[in-house]
């Protein structure tokens, strides 16, 4: 791929808000791996507990993104279902007269593809929207995800660490 090939896919009108997103994407890649590396060989119980303090303000973080995002993925949801009801409303009285018998009309699917081609750019925006909210919403579940596998393995080691300190005093 040329780079002009590529600048067709940046010049798009979405570019900002994607770049927002891709970039927070790497921020948070990057966070969970400074926050989730661990040297077990030399791992103390300051060190585990520091981690376990990191482990929960992030968790605590990602659960708020994720609440604030699903409250964003509905307002956008009602905001586009207001702008598309009143166009459905008026295709399906144009078309759907009451002359015509019912097997003429279009159907729920025949008005939602006249709506997006009378409507492409509008709908477009739309639709886009509506699909990078998902997407975050989506990465951040997975987020919440790894670090749910992460507090596990915490408590692994945490546990451990203990036995090993128990086993150590017995020995002595």
Do not use: C
């Not at 520091?50 to 964003?72: E, H």
């Amino acid at each position: 791929m040329t780079d002009t090939t590529f600048d067709q896919y940046k010049a798009t009108p979405f570019e900002a808000e994607e770049a927002k997103f891709f970039s927070f994407v790497n921020e948070q890649i990057e966070k969970m791996q400074r926050y989730s590396d661990i040297d077990i060989n030399n791992l103390s119980f300051d060190q585990l507990n520091r981690q376990l303090g990191q482990f929960n303000n992030i968790y605590l973080s990602l659960l708020s993104l994720k609440a604030f995002s699903d409250t964003q993925l509905k307002k956008d949801q009602m905001e586009f279902d207001q702008w598309y009801a009143p166009l459905y409303v008026a295709v399906r009285a144009k078309h759907n007269r009451s002359e015509l018998a019912a097997n003429k009309w279009l159907g729920k699917a025949e008005i939602d593809i006249y709506i997006q081609t009378e409507n492409k750019e509008e709908y477009t925006k739309w639709n886009y929207a509506l699909m990078l909210t998902e997407g975050r919403i989506k990465f951040i579940d997975n987020l919440i995800k790894s670090w749910e596998t992460h507090s596990r393995n915490l408590g692994t080691l945490s546990k451990n660490i203990q036995t090993e300190t128990s086993l150590a005093f017995k020995s002595n």
